[in-house]
T-cell receptor, first 113, second 112 residues
Framework: ETGVTQTPRHLVMGMTNKKSLKCEQHLGHNAMYWYKQSAKKPLELMFVYNFKEQTENNSVPSRFSPECPNSSHLFLHLHTLQPEDSALYLC????????????FGPGTRLLVL | GIQVEQSPPDLILQEGANSTLRCNFSDSVNNLQWFHQNPWGQLINLFYIPSGTKQNGRLSATTVATERYSLLYISSSQTTDSGVYFCAVVTYSGGGADGLTFGKGTHLIIQP
């Protein structure tokens, strides 16, 4: 248990569906992150939120839409995804500076048909 | 952006053996973490080590920041040590939160 939870753990969706991934942290952190892990590719950063403000968007397509209503919750809204978006989506949190340990959730394994 | 290279990409050892995993990075860093990813995808924190040496049981890590590399040592390997080990870094920035840049990982298999 890292103190970061993600739901759902597994998700299958069609290309025309809309779904949302949820992340919650119980560590009192102020920064939250979305990462993507595709087969045979390094983990790559998608978004960074610090004190609920988006501070980094790593050239992510607009079919991925993040939302951070408060410092404890982070969502990733998905719409009109492509099969190549199938991957493990990992959420992480840390305190508000880069020199802090990041703690990861268990991930959501997404399959787009 | 910063480059992170891990070696070896794959490593197969017998139970009880020792191993050394290496991480080279191309720029100065203010955050370096080692993770173990289990078969279910969970990233388990091993060390936060932007410089210096730390030990935790059979695992230890050393980062030589001036030479831009870090080493992860696993002694007396057990089958449960199998999995993928990742090194991840953050370069110096304006001070706010920054995402990690990951290496491609070392896939470790410990055979009984």
């Amino acid at each position: 248990e890292t103190g970061v939870t993600q739901t759902p753990r597994h998700l299958v969706m069609g290309m025309t569906n809309k779904k949302s991934l949820k992340c919650e942290q119980h560590l009192g952190h102020n920064a939250m992150y979305w990462y993507k892990q595709s087969a045979k590719k390094p983990l790559e950063l998608m978004f960074v939120y610090n004190f609920k403000e988006q501070t980094e968007n790593n050239s992510v397509p607009s079919r991925f839409s993040p939302e951070c209503p408060n410092s404890s919750h982070l969502f990733l809204h998905l719409h009109t995804l492509q099969p190549e978006d199938s991957a493990l989506y990992l959420c992480a949190s840390s305190q508000d500076r880069s020199q802090e340990t990041q703690y990861f959730g268990p991930g959501t394994r997404l399959l787009v048909l | 952006g910063i480059q992170v290279e891990q070696s070896p990409p794959d490593l197969i050892l017998q139970e009880g053996a020792n191993s050394t995993l290496r991480c080279n990075f191309s720029d100065s860093v203010n955050n370096l973490q080692w993770f173990h990813q289990n078969p279910w995808g969970q990233l388990i924190n091993l060390f936060y080590i932007p410089s210096g040496t730390k030990q935790n049981g059979r695992l230890s890590a050393t980062t030589v920041a001036t030479e831009r590399y870090s080493l992860l040592y696993i002694s007396s390997s057990q089958t449960t040590d199998s999995g993928v080990y990742f090194c991840a870094v953050v370069t110096y920035s304006g001070g706010g939160a920054d995402g990690l840049t990951f290496g491609k990982g070392t896939h470790l298999i410990i055979q009984p």
